[in-house]
């Protein structure tokens, strides 16, 4: 369970943020969300699925990292073996949250619990004046980009809802030491369908902006090998 605070310089002047990468930090993760602005330099590392919400009837992407709750396979001697994190995990234990008076406004909090906050070690949020360090600018910006493009991926979900554009994906995966592994409850976008689009359709998708991450959604496919790969490995390593 998370503990939220605000995040204030009164409040939090010495706080230290950890930025190794170790299970023990939270990483310990099989997927994180993923937002359409961000598919392009997510594919180049991670098969991106889209999960549904069975309370909200929606979809949301996610990057996934390993076959099974708690595995991540891109975690490796105290560092983060890839060019890219997405944001929803380079940005963590910092969240965006809204106002305590109920308004829009959006606020940079904290999750307090979180492994990552050291007392001796780590990024300085704040400098001994109270001004947020350059590593809480880039944070902020991370976050302000993660909940724009959350908030603006509606428009994306819908367009491929109105085109039927998912499908349900099942992937039975046997390893090279004879034990299986099985990703399910995900969908992916159906090639099939989006070839036979009518022109009006792709036009549509076109306009929209929506093309783009769907085929960097479809390119990231090829790395469930790779995914496959680093499973294996780890399996050889013990």
Not at 123 to 149: H, K, S
């Amino acid at each position: 369970m998370t503990d939220q605070a605000i995040l204030t310089a009164d409040a939090h002047r010495d706080l230290r943020i950890r930025t190794d990468r170790a299970a023990a930090l939270g990483d310990a993760v099989m997927a994180c969300i993923t937002v359409p602005s961000e598919f392009r330099r997510v594919q180049a590392h991670y098969p991106i699925l889209f999960q549904l919400d069975q309370a909200t009837g929606g979809f949301a992407a996610m990057a996934i990292f390993g076959f099974e709750a708690g595995e991540n396979l891109f975690l490796h001697d105290g560092r983060w073996d890839a060019r890219y994190r997405p944001l929803a995990i380079d940005s963590q234990p910092f969240l965006i949250g809204r106002a305590a008076d109920g308004s829009d406004t959006r606020q940079v909090h904290i999750d307090m619990t979180s492994p990552r906050i050291d007392a001796d070690e780590g990024m300085r949020v704040f400098d001994d004046i109270g001004r947020p360090t350059p590593f809480l600018e880039r944070i902020a910006d991370q976050l302000r980009a993660l909940d724009t493009d959350y908030v603006a991926s509606a428009d994306f979900y819908a367009a491929l809802a109105r085109y039927e554009l998912l499908e349900p994906l099942t992937l039975d995966v046997t390893l090279d030491d004879g034990s299986k592994n099985r990703l399910v409850g995900y969908h992916v976008i159906d090639e099939d369908r989006l070839v036979g689009l009518e022109p009006g359709a792709v036009a549509d998708l076109h306009a929209a902006g929506h093309l783009m991450p769907i085929f960097m959604a479809l390119a990231s496919l090829g790395n469930i090998g790779d995914l496959i790969a680093r499973k294996n490995q780890r399996l050889a390593h013990g």
